[in-house]
């Protein structure tokens, strides 16, 4: 058995470093005080929750992720029996709530979460060969506009990730503190997606009426507040008060003032002959301004400014 933990370990730990790279250690320093703030908020919640609520959403939510992944026929290759990889995940994965449910003697969250974790990790999903092709337009993200390839892509990648924040957000989306804070991870996760340059023909093809900024501005924060809309509305259902609403709808602005940026900063570094927009130090700044209420124009004057110059970027190369 301690074989496989650790044939297991090794194999996780150097997938956690090739994420945390891909991350960068700029994004990792602006998420840590949110990630902070996160943890304290779970912290009171299992500490106030009654009966076995908590361990039901974090099933609820691990059932749709692992019906969905896409590694089965991976895993079946390797020498570690599958449930046992997929139980090493999810306990792992849930280390926090479980130490947590025994430190505070929340034993029956503690048996709901264990005992449905361990049958969760005898079944095995289906294979999801080709379901781009045969799944439902919603999940194959065919119903996204080819002019926001970057948002069809990044949550084709982000897939396992993305299921998990989202349905732990829905559910904890009755505490305050729960909503504002996913939506500055999505927004802070959406970045990401616009870190790739495309073909020069795909950009010749969607800017044929010089209007390619506006279109990828306005339909991504469309893309953005369709997906967030369920948590606006259970946030408004569990926390109708003024203060509380008016907090969400500045983060809302500030979130989508960060994708913005990141479209205009993106096509103002674009080039041809280049694969990947490196410098983030830009975004790291603009995303520090709104920690600081007396700093906020400065991320508005970036906002002009970089969209200025995306366009005058955009019409060179088009031209």
């Known amino acids: ?155 084709r990648k982000s897939a396992f990730t993305f299921i998990l924040i989202y349905m732990l957000g829905l559910g904890f989306s009755f505490y305050p503190i729960t909503t504002p804070i996913f939506v500055l991870l999505m927004a802070l996760g959406a970045t990401t997606f616009f870190q790739f340059f495309e073909h020069k023909d795909l950009l010749l093809a969607v800017n044929y009426d010089k209007k390619l900024l506006e279109k990828k501005t306005i339909g991504s924060l469309v893309i953005f507040n369709f997906l967030m809309l369920p948590h606006y509305l259970l946030f408004a259902l569990f926390n109708p008060y003024p203060k509380h609403l008016i907090a969400l709808l500045i983060v809302a602005i500030i979130a989508q003032l960060i994708i913005t940026f990141s479209i205009v900063m993106k096509y103002k570094s674009y080039s041809f002959h280049q694969y990947k927009l490196h410098n983030s130090l830009p975004l790291a700044i603009f995303v520090g301004c709104w920690t600081i209420p007396f700093l906020w124009p400065i991320p508005v004057l970036m906002i002009i400014r970089f969209w200025k110059k995306a366009k005058e970027n955009l019409i060179y190369h088009y031209a």
Do not use: C
């Open 1 to 155: 058995m301690l074989p496989i933990i650790h044939q297991y370990l090794n194999f996780r730990v150097k997938q956690i470093f090739r994420i945390l790279k891909d991350i960068g250690i700029g994004h990792l320093i602006l998420l840590a005080p949110i990630l902070f703030v996160a943890i304290l908020g779970v912290l009171q919640l299992v500490l106030t929750s009654q009966n076995g609520g908590i361990a039901l959403v974090l099933l609820f939510s691990w059932v749709g992720t692992h019906w969905n992944r896409k590694d089965r026929f991976f895993l079946e290759q390797l020498t570690i029996p599958i449930a046992i990889f997929f139980s090493l995940d999810y306990f792992i994965a849930n280390s926090f709530f479980i130490f947590t449910f025994i430190l505070w003697g929340k034993w029956q969250n503690l048996i709901i979460l264990s005992f449905g974790l361990l049958i969760l990790s005898f079944i095995k999903p289906p294979y999801h060969k080709g379901i781009n092709k045969k799944g439902l337009p919603v999940f194959s993200f065919e119903w996204i506009p080819i002019e926001l390839f970057e948002w069809r892509t990044g949550l």
